[in-house]
């Protein structure tokens, strides 16, 4: 008995101690700073941040939406085994990635949002999707949580700051894609051209910025089309295109068996058009070389990535770092690569770049650092092509190289 | 004048994808009395056997055929374990089960094989004549043979042989059917059977176009189905005459027709049909039913 008492008495002490301590600790802290520490925001503590992500890992989208995933969780894993991030309040932080599928449905992807947020991530990061973004964007802004670096190209997601300041794009977006194969074209005089569009925001955005680029120029549209994704063929929009015999098509098709389609309809009916690929259907692999893309004058696409996969690039180092890394962290949850793998490993370092830059453990001081980063050279971006996040109406990354494929894989324009 | 017949070439080529899938769903529905989504979900898993087993090296008519073996296994045992309960029931509530199969076998390819669309080689090679300046590929014209052929083939089952003329009497009345002696619990497992062929084949002359994939006939389905019923539920030509009209109609419609354009081309079928229907509610080539009292 004696002796319990006497442990109950030293532990009195002990605590009295620890509330003198903690009572000097909190006036000293006061003391220091002018107003106070802000208030830590959800999902962060001294030692880890919690990130969460919701893309499509089922369905139709499955490969680009796991490769949104694999590359970030790629390279949040690795950094976190080599001892985690540094932050600019002094802190280094493991950080956690909570994935979630939403199979390309926004209806889904809205609830995987409000679950990720019940379970307290600090931030939404790198979601691929325009549909699934926009039904997310109007919460994200209600309830002041970032919803950064997506993996899309719409303009939406920047363009508008005043409504939507939580809301921040990573890609270039489809205007300046078709804007870019425009400016080309425009350069060579007198040209037509046939576009064929998906019937929704991503085919209007390219074409708007590839029509923009050919104003007052001698580049004719002699043709147009449209088409729904769910479409099974495009065959006959091709053949529609293809009687006007134009010298070039745009075709603003997302989905990869219909963008083969096309590739193998049109030299099936004689017509040889130069082509314009979007950046997420030219990949050699899967789209330009099952449809036989060598048998045009030329097939041209965007690029911004080096890719990992191609000998090219075999030596370089950035690739031999995300290869090995890949193979240990992302390759479970994409077994087929596709640029999005490549661009999410980007955007894990774009996003170290913000954890550098924040001075205090708040979504405010993330978002003011994640738009303070200039000129910065991510990881597996084309030389030149570099990350800058000053203007916020803008995607992170601007810049897109135009590229031409050479029978194998993409090399710079003849 | 060629654009016009390069249009309905196209057109056909097209009708030729949904009226593969559309002649599985008639035979299911004479041998069994049945519309039968899982039809959509057991192509789409025989066809990725086809793919498995090309991938492994084996070629590719070799490959095929053992899909046509598994289809039919599948076929003739997903009617015995899982639909036969049903069938003695509502045959909406059967409708009701094939429509969950359709959604689980879509889960059991996408659960082996990914949802990553693959490249599946065309039995007919890429070529493509030119016909007086009209564009024909041999992937179409073999697909339209094929279609052909097996509607000729159904009609024999169906029209000549003994089998054919048990399953339709099942079909049409099981009670009586197995009073008079006939083994309804095999010929309903023969049936599915060889539907889930018939989906196969759909499945492998459409997959180098479609790519394989688990989703890859959602929407044909759809299509298939319109054209099942336009043609006549019951009709093998019926269906495979409605699902080209359905192609062909599509296209010209799209092309000439301002105010259609592609946006609202796929309606135009589809309205023809709701009129076909109004008038004749048993389809182009159905025949009549007929309750004695």
Same mark, same amino acid.
């Given at each position: 008995?004696?002796?319990?008492?006497?442990?109950?008495?030293?532990?009195?002490?002990?605590?009295?101690?620890?509330?003198?301590?903690?009572?000097?600790?909190?006036?000293?802290?006061?003391?220091?700073?002018?107003?106070?520490?802000?208030?830590?925001?959800?999902? !962060?503590?001294?030692?880890?941040?919690?990130?969460?992500?919701?893309?499509?890992?089922?369905?139709?989208? =499955?490969?680009?939406?796991?490769?949104?995933?694999?590359?970030?969780?790629?390279?949040?894993? =690795?950094?976190?085994?080599?001892?985690?991030?540094?932050?600019?309040?002094?802190?280094?932080?493991?950080?956690?990635?909570?994935?979630?599928? +939403?199979?390309?449905?926004?209806?889904?992807?809205?609830?995987?949002?409000?679950?990720?947020?019940?379970?307290?991530?600090?931030?939404?990061?790198?979601?691929?999707?325009?549909?699934?973004?926009?039904? !997310?964007?109007?919460?994200?802004?209600?309830?002041?949580?970032?919803?950064?670096?997506?993996?899309?190209?719409?303009?939406?997601?920047?363009? +508008?700051?005043?409504?939507?300041?939580?809301?921040?794009?990573?890609?270039?977006?489809?205007?300046?894609?078709?804007?870019?194969?425009?400016?080309?074209?425009?350069?060579?005089?007198?040209?037509?051209? =046939?576009?064929?569009?998906?019937?929704?925001?991503?085919? +209007?955005?390219?074409?708007?910025?590839?029509?923009?680029? !050919?104003?007052?120029?001698?580049?004719? &549209?002699?043709?147009?089309?449209?088409?729904?994704?769910?479409?099974?063929?495009?065959?006959?929009?091709?053949?529609?295109?293809?009687?006007?015999?134009?010298?070039?098509?745009?075709?603003?098709?997302?989905?990869?068996?219909?963008? &083969?389609?096309?590739?193998?309809?049109?030299?099936?009916?004689?017509?040889?058009?130069?082509?314009?690929?979007?950046?997420?259907?030219?990949?050699?692999?899967?789209?330009?070389?099952?449809?036989?893309?060598? =048998?045009?004058?030329?097939?041209?696409?965007?690029?911004?990535?080096?890719?990992?996969?191609?000998?090219?690039?075999?030596?370089?180092?950035?690739?031999?770092?995300?290869?090995?890394?890949?193979?240990?962290?992302?390759?479970?949850?994409?077994?087929?690569?596709?640029?999005?793998?490549?661009?999410?490993?980007?955007?894990?370092?774009?996003?170290?770049?913000?954890?550098?830059?924040?001075?205090?453990?708040?979504?405010?001081?993330?978002?003011?650092?994640?738009?303070?980063?200039?000129?910065?050279?991510?990881?597996?971006?084309?030389?030149? !092509?570099?990350?800058?996040?000053?203007?916020?109406?803008?995607?992170?990354?601007?810049?897109?190289?135009?590229?031409?494929?050479?029978?194998?894989?993409?090399?710079?324009?003849? | 004048?060629?654009?016009?017949?390069?249009?309905?070439?196209?057109? %056909?080529?097209?009708?030729?994808?949904?009226?593969?899938?559309?002649?599985?769903?008639?035979?299911?529905?004479?041998?069994?009395?049945?519309?039968?989504?899982?039809?959509?979900?057991?192509?789409?898993?025989?066809? *990725?056997?086809?793919?498995?087993?090309?991938?492994?090296?084996?070629?590719?008519?070799?490959?095929?055929?053992?899909?046509?073996?598994?289809?039919?296994?599948?076929?003739?045992?997903?009617?015995?374990?899982?639909?036969?309960? *049903?069938?003695?029931?509502?045959?909406?509530?059967?409708?009701?089960?094939?429509? /969950?199969?359709?959604?689980? $076998?879509?889960?059991?390819?996408?659960?082996?094989?990914?949802?990553?669309?693959?490249?599946?080689?065309?039995?007919?090679?890429?070529?493509?004549?030119?016909?007086?300046?009209?564009?024909?590929?041999?992937?179409?014209?073999?697909?339209?043979? #094929?279609?052909?052929?097996?509607?000729?083939?159904?009609?024999?089952? *169906?029209?000549?042989? @003994? %089998?054919?003329?048990?399953?339709?009497?099942?079909?049409?009345?099981?009670?009586?059917?197995?009073?008079?002696?006939?083994?309804?619990?095999?010929?309903?497992?023969? /049936?599915?059977?060889?539907?889930? #062929?018939?989906?196969?084949?759909?499945?492998? %002359? #459409?997959?180098?176009?479609?790519?394989?994939?688990?989703?890859?006939?959602?929407?044909?389905?759809?299509?298939? %189905?319109?054209?099942?019923?336009?043609?006549?539920?019951?009709?093998?030509? /019926?269906?495979?005459?409605?699902?080209?009209?359905?192609?062909?109609?599509?296209?010209?419609?799209?092309?000439?027709?301002?105010?259609?354009?592609?946006?609202? @081309?796929?309606?135009?079928? *589809?309205?023809?049909?709701?009129?076909? $229907?109004?008038?004749?509610?048993? /389809?182009?080539?159905?025949? @009549?039913?007929?309750?004695?009292?």
């Amino acid at each position: 008995m004696m002796n319990l008492r006497n442990a109950s008495r030293i532990g009195g002490v002990v605590a009295t101690g620890a509330i003198a301590a903690l009572l000097i600790t909190g006036c000293t802290r006061e003391g220091d700073g002018d107003a106070g520490p802000a208030e830590a925001s959800p999902g !962060i503590t001294d030692t880890t941040l919690s990130l969460g992500i919701s893309s499509p890992l089922s369905g139709p989208t =499955a490969g680009p939406g796991s490769c949104t995933v694999a590359g970030l969780y790629t390279y949040l894993e =690795a950094g976190n085994a080599a001892g985690g991030f540094e932050f600019g309040d002094g802190n280094t932080r493991t950080v956690e990635l909570t994935y979630l599928d +939403d199979v390309y449905d926004p209806a889904k992807a809205v609830s995987n949002f409000r679950q990720l947020v019940d379970d307290g991530i600090f931030a939404y990061v790198g979601a691929l999707g325009t549909p699934t973004n926009a039904a !997310i964007l109007p919460i994200a802004n209600e309830d002041e949580i970032p919803q950064v670096l997506l993996v899309t190209g719409a303009t939406m997601f920047s363009s +508008d700051q005043e409504t939507n300041p939580w809301t921040f794009g990573l890609l270039p977006t489809y205007y300046s894609e078709g804007f870019a194969f425009g400016e080309l074209l425009a350069e060579r005089g007198e040209v037509t051209v =046939a576009v064929l569009s998906q019937n929704d925001d991503y085919g +209007d955005d390219y074409v708007a910025g590839f029509e923009a680029a !050919i104003e007052g120029t001698d580049v004719e &549209v002699v043709a147009s089309a449209t088409y729904e994704p769910t479409d099974p063929t495009l065959d006959g929009q091709v053949t529609e295109l293809a009687a006007s015999g134009a010298d070039a098509l745009l075709s603003a098709v997302s989905v990869t068996p219909l963008q &083969v389609g096309v590739l193998t309809k049109a030299q099936s009916l004689g017509w040889l058009p130069e082509i314009f690929l979007p950046s997420n259907t030219s990949t050699p692999a899967t789209v330009v070389i099952p449809g036989n893309g060598a =048998a045009y004058p030329a097939v041209y696409t965007t690029s911004l990535s080096k890719v990992p996969v191609s000998p090219t690039f075999a030596e370089d180092e950035d690739v031999i770092a995300f290869n090995e890394a890949f193979a240990e962290y992302g390759a479970e949850i994409a077994p087929t690569y596709t640029p999005h793998c490549a661009w999410s490993y980007a955007e894990g370092a774009i996003l170290e770049q913000a954890f550098l830059g924040m001075t205090e453990p708040t979504r405010d001081s993330f978002m003011e650092a994640l738009h303070s980063i200039e000129d910065f050279q991510a990881p597996l971006l084309l030389d030149g !092509i570099t990350v800058n996040t000053t203007d916020p109406t803008l995607p992170a990354i601007q810049g897109l190289n135009l590229v031409q494929f050479n029978g194998t894989g993409y090399g710079p324009v003849q | 004048m060629e654009y016009f017949i390069q249009l309905v070439i196209e057109g %056909l080529a097209t009708g030729s994808i949904y009226g593969a899938l559309a002649l599985a769903i008639v035979l299911v529905n004479r041998a069994t009395g049945l519309i039968n989504f899982a039809q959509g979900g057991m192509a789409v898993l025989s066809t *990725f056997v086809a793919y498995a087993l090309f991938d492994a090296g084996a070629p590719l008519a070799l490959a095929i055929l053992g899909a046509i073996v598994f289809a039919f296994a599948l076929g003739a045992v997903l009617e015995r374990v899982i639909v036969r309960p *049903f069938e003695r029931g509502d045959p909406d509530t059967a409708v009701v089960v094939t429509i /969950g199969l359709f959604v689980l $076998l879509g889960g059991v390819a996408a659960f082996f094989f990914g949802y990553e669309p693959r490249q599946f080689p065309s039995f007919f090679g890429l070529e493509t004549l030119n016909i007086a300046g009209v564009f024909v590929s041999l992937r179409s014209i073999g697909t339209i043979v #094929v279609l052909a052929l097996v509607v000729v083939l159904l009609q024999v089952l *169906f029209r000549g042989t @003994k %089998l054919g003329l048990a399953m339709r009497a099942v079909a049409d009345n099981p009670v009586s059917a197995s009073l008079s002696g006939l083994p309804v619990s095999w010929l309903l497992m023969i /049936g599915w059977g060889l539907a889930s #062929v018939l989906g196969v084949i759909a499945g492998v %002359l #459409v997959a180098p176009q479609l790519f394989v994939s688990p989703g890859m006939l959602d929407f044909v389905l759809v299509y298939a %189905l319109a054209a099942a019923i336009l043609g006549g539920l019951d009709s093998p030509q /019926g269906a495979v005459i409605a699902a080209w009209f359905i192609g062909v109609i599509e296209n010209l419609a799209g092309a000439y027709i301002d105010i259609v354009g592609n946006d609202l @081309k796929i309606a135009v079928p *589809f309205v023809v049909m709701i009129i076909i $229907l109004i008038v004749r509610p048993q /389809g182009l080539f159905g025949r @009549k039913v007929v309750v004695r009292v």
